[in-house]
T-cell receptor, first 113, second 117 residues
Framework: GAVVSQHPSRVICKSGTSVKIECRSL??????MFWYRQFPKQSLMLMAT?????????EQGVEKDKFLINHASLTLSTLTVTSAHPEDSSFYIC?????????FGPGTRLTVT | AQSVTQPDIHITVSEGASLELRCNYS??????LFWYVQSPGQGLQLLLK??????LVQGIKGFEAEFKRSQSSFNLRKPSVHWSDAAEYFC???????????????FGKGTLLTVNP
């Protein structure tokens, strides 16, 4: 149980384009999902909290207009990187939560050329 | 503010040797503590967690961790390491947002484990 998927697992896009990453909880409903960013050989940095049916809350320093989050249902949250630039290249990981336990997706490797 | 410290950036052990990965936390309330493992290019897998009760918790893959409140520590141990244990290990503490119902995780910087044959 408690499986979280992410799609795509890997994406390469050109600078200036937008990329959407999906996070799905496959066998449970999650009112809250989290989006993290991980730089090479570093820890996970929380970007934002995605709540079903309401606006996402962003951590300090994260541009909400660049990283658009939509939590359309209890099993799906999407992260859209708008007007991507090479510095947005990173590993993006989502998690879906049940109370204080988080279940992580396998991550999405974004490369912006 | 809560924080998690993993003092060892990189540890190398021989296969079959015992392992201890250190984790210290700073948190005002009773902590919910976690250990996760991450293989290269993968997401995080939960090894074990501590919420309350017995301070020695057992996890998957033969791992265990002991919560010591007096030392603010939650060290991860394994009596005999296998080559497949080579990965990055993250300690985390869950904190509840004030006025909210969400629990957010604060991660340590991770410890990279290398296993020699």
């Amino acid at each position: 149980g408690a499986v979280v998927s992410q799609h795509p697992s890997r994406v390469i896009c050109k600078s200036g384009t937008s990329v959407k990453i999906e996070c799905r909880s496959l066998d449970f409903q999650a009112t809250t999902m989290f989006w993290y960013r991980q730089f090479p050989k570093q820890s996970l940095m929380l970007m934002a909290t995605s709540n079903e049916g309401s606006k996402a809350t962003y951590e300090q320093g994260v541009e909400k207009d660049k990283f658009l989050i939509n939590h359309a249902s209890l099993t799906l949250s999407t992260l859209t990187v708008t007007s991507a630039h090479p510095e947005d290249s990173s590993f993006y990981i989502c998690s879906a939560t049940q109370r204080y336990e988080q279940y992580f997706g396998p991550g999405t490797r974004l490369t912006v050329t | 503010a809560q924080s998690v410290t993993q003092p060892d950036i990189h540890i190398t052990v021989s296969e079959g040797a015992s392992l201890e990965l250190r984790c210290n936390y700073s948190y005002g309330a009773t902590p919910y503590l976690f250990w996760y493992v991450q293989s290269p290019g993968q997401g995080l897998q939960l090894l074990l967690k501590y919420f309350s009760g017995d301070t020695l918790v057992q996890g998957i893959k033969g791992f265990e961790a002991e919560f010591k409140r007096s030392q603010s520590s939650f060290n991860l141990r394994k009596p005999s390491v296998h080559w497949s244990d080579a990965a990055e290990y993250f300690c985390a503490v869950a904190r509840r947002e004030s006025g909210g119902s969400n629990y957010k995780l604060t991660f340590g910087k991770g410890t990279l484990l290398t296993v020699n044959p």
